[in-house]
């Protein structure tokens, strides 16, 4: 394995945390990652990484070397594709992780094309709401919905989207049409929606005409952590609820939801792309974050 080689490995030991999963996702076996890992701490004549057997963590060395060995495959991926006959096009794995309403409804229709353009480039695409690390995850980008705690990510962020007050035409012949927020906590259930990141029950909130935020007890029967089954419930009668526009506009459409109190809506949220090493940025990350600014624009207020 030549030195090039080991730098890779060796970023993917680092990220990663271990020399199992690494080998995983550079299809090699584990014995050839340690093999290449112990190689290149003695050509460097130092030590690298602390191994436990729980945990692999970077050494003083090894934190300042992963530093500069980002930047050179960066520089090497670019000089690779600088005499490609097709220089726009893409290649390589790319791996993010994003919301599942956002990957069902907005992505995976809008893939074809993106991959029409570059066939080289593969996705991975995971799909969550919870907070995650991106670097031991050895994610690349993370699309998040909502305000986002203080990281060393780098954050971009996109625009907002509104948030719609909903319920089933079954549960509103049942209950009645809720005019305002008072009238939710009389006679009224809601679905509650679980913090993926906390476990706890979001509230039911709402911004006046001078935008300060309220809110408002309303019971639930059934609580989820799940976008899909939020909606769900809402279709079956078992609550009102509060969610992205772009989620179930297919569903006002049809008539098999309805907005209710429109002039109470929760605040609208921001649409984030977060990844990390701003100077290590490839030109197949360039081209998913330009691409998936493009595809919400439609879905961003103005």
Partial sequence: MDRL?????????AERGSFIKAAHALELPRA??????????????????H?????????????????????LLGEVEEIDLLFQASPRQVSGQLQIDVPSRIAR??????LPALLRRHPRLRL???????????????????????TLQDSSLVVRT???????????????????????????????WMVGYASPTTGRELPWKYQSEDEAEHGVNVPSQVVTNNAESYIACCRAGLGVIQIPRFDVQHLLDAGELMEIMPAYRAA??????????????SRRLAVFLDWFEELMQGHLEA
């Fill in 268 to 281: 609208s949220m921001p649409v984030s792309l977060l990844y990390p090493h701003r100077r290590q940025r």
């Fill in 51 to 71: 191994r436990t057997t729980r945990q692999v963590r970077l050494t003083v060395d090894g934190a300042q070397l992963l530093e500069r060995v980002r930047q």
């Fill in 5 to 13: 080689d080991q730098y890779k490995v060796f970023v993917q030991v």
């Fill in 124 to 146: 991975f695409v995971g799909s969550s709401d919870r907070a995650i690390d991106l670097v031991h995850e050895g994610v690349d980008c993370a699309v998040r919905v909502g």
């Fill in 105 to 110: 409804r907005l992505i995976a229709p809008a």
């Fill in 158 to 188: 996109l625009g907002t989207i509104a948030l719609v007050n909903c319920a089933s035409p079954a549960y509103l012949r049942d209950h009645g049409a809720p005019e305002r927020p008072e009238d939710l906590e009389a006679g009224h």
């Fill in 32 to 49: 050839s990652v340690s093999a290449a890992i112990q190689q290149l701490e003695a050509q460097v004549g130092t030590r690298l990484l």
